[in-house]
């Protein structure tokens, strides 16, 4: 009932947002096609801005992908997240959660295919991918639409964030469902 | 963003070579790029619909109304953009736009803040300490109904798929907290120890001191000391000067 309501919130969301956005600007006597056809503009240049970023950084995830690195990196850390409770099975979608959207969903699909969804695991994994964002696409994009490219501590603080959403999503799981 | 970059490109070559994958990474590497392309042309009609809508906000002043509204919220996370409406009402449709789970119109949005920190941003290619922490807001985004989520579970064949929102929820809370905290933590220690930041050299920690004024001299010379808003609009001679009679 109460999910059922919600998402039908979301799905008129959108179309009343643009409603309501049209119909300021009505009010307000703007001229509302020529100030759409000019951001739009706006837009195509932006996109072009992005472009050259977002190749550079896609492809260097991609080799670093296939190159199997992460597959050694998990190696590595899956003991280090035992201790914060995060369970080993987790440990790939942790690493791939910034660099590749898609291929957390794979992840994601393939572990709850495995131990099932309303297991532990499948419950841990799903928390984890929807409470955290692909930090490099959006790094690429958003500062490579304005040419940024000292990026300071940027990226240190995002996977703070992100290991933090990790470990809650573990403990946070075993708290409301058990292990 | 340099070593971050070459560092992915150089690990995943050499473990390539190592595990002797390296057909696969040079195919991963051309089909990627093929890829970023795709998304940047899918990009392209949602962005240009966005920025059109986000036009017309910014003429009937609604942008204005919402930047006000949220302004008492959002200004202890952003004490350096009090008053400047256009950059508090982009941040402000971004984050409500990912709350309502609305990617596609996030993004535009997320991307005319950027533009807006950047005219207010001193030095054009560093990232200002307010861009810093609206992309860390970004990275934590909270989202009122994981869409995704809850289609894979219910897919894959779950008793109740929507049971963990809450969990989720309580999760992306506390990653955001966790973000806000260390983009304030790191702030400082970026400020008080040049050594740590890209401009110095790592392992030359003592000539870390020596190479600062040679920074501002670069900040000078390329138009874009502190408090120069628009591009260009500090290079002529007189910023130049005084910095060059302070440090020389």
């Not at chain 1, 932006?46 to 260097?60: F, Y």
């Amino acid at each position: 009932m109460k999910t059922s309501a919600l998402t039908s919130i979301s799905m008129y969301m959108l179309p009343v947002t643009i409603l309501v956005i049209l119909g300021a600007g009505l009010k307000r006597k703007v001229r509302i096609f020529d100030a759409f056809t000019e951001g739009a503009a706006e837009g195509v240049s932006t996109v072009i801005r992005i472009l050259p970023s977002l190749v550079g950084i896609l492809t260097a995830i991609g080799v670093f992908r296939a190159s199997g690195a992460l597959d050694a990196i998990v190696g590595l850390l899956t003991p280090a997240a035992s201790l914060l409770g995060i369970p080993a099975e987790a440990m790939p979608l942790v690493l791939m959660r910034p660099v590749s959207g898609s291929a957390s969903l794979a992840i994601v699909s393939d572990i709850i295919g495995k131990y099932g969804p309303d297991s532990y695991v499948g419950r841990v994994v799903c928390t984890m991918l929807g409470s955290t964002e692909t930090i490099f696409y959006t790094l690429a994009v958003y500062y490579g639409s304005v040419g940024i490219k000292n990026i300071r501590y940027t990226l240190a603080a995002a996977l703070i964030a992100d290991g933090v959403s990790a470990a809650a999503s573990a403990f946070i799981c075993a708290l409301v469902f058990g292990r | 963003m340099n070593y971050i970059w070459a560092g992915l490109l150089a690990v995943g070559f050499l473990t390539g070579i190592i595990n002797g994958r390296i057909d696969e990474v040079t195919k991963a590497a051309f089909s990627s790029a093929g890829k970023a392309v795709e998304l940047s042309l899918g990009l392209l009609g949602i962005m240009c619909f966005w920025s059109g809508l986000m036009k017309i906000m910014e003429r009937s002043g609604m942008i204005n109304l919402i930047a006000k509204a949220v302004q008492p919220i959002l200004k202890p996370l952003f004490p350096e953009l009090e008053n400047n409406d256009k950059a508090m009402g982009a941040i402000v449709m971004n984050l409500s736009a990912n709350f309502m789970g609305l990617g596609n119109a996030a993004t535009p949005f997320g991307i005319k803040a950027m533009e807006e920190l950047q005219k207010l941003n001193g030095k054009k290619d560093t990232a200002s300490d307010a861009m810093c922490m609206f992309l860390v807001l970004n990275a934590s985004a909270l989202q009122l109904i994981p869409t995704t989520v809850i289609a894979i579970r219910s897919d894959a064949g779950s008793a109740a798929p929507a049971e963990i929102i809450s969990c989720i929820w309580a999760a992306s809370l506390c990653a955001a907290f966790a973000g806000i905290l260390a983009a304030r933590l790191l702030k400082r220690i970026w400020r008080n120890w040049p050594g740590v930041g890209e401009n110095a050299r790592p392992a030359m920690a003592g000539k870390a001191v020596a190479v600062l004024p040679c920074n501002r001299l670069n900040a000078g010379r390329y138009g874009t000391a502190p408090g120069s808003i628009r591009p260009g609009s500090g290079s002529g001679d007189r910023p130049r000067k005084g910095i060059i009679k302070r440090t020389g």
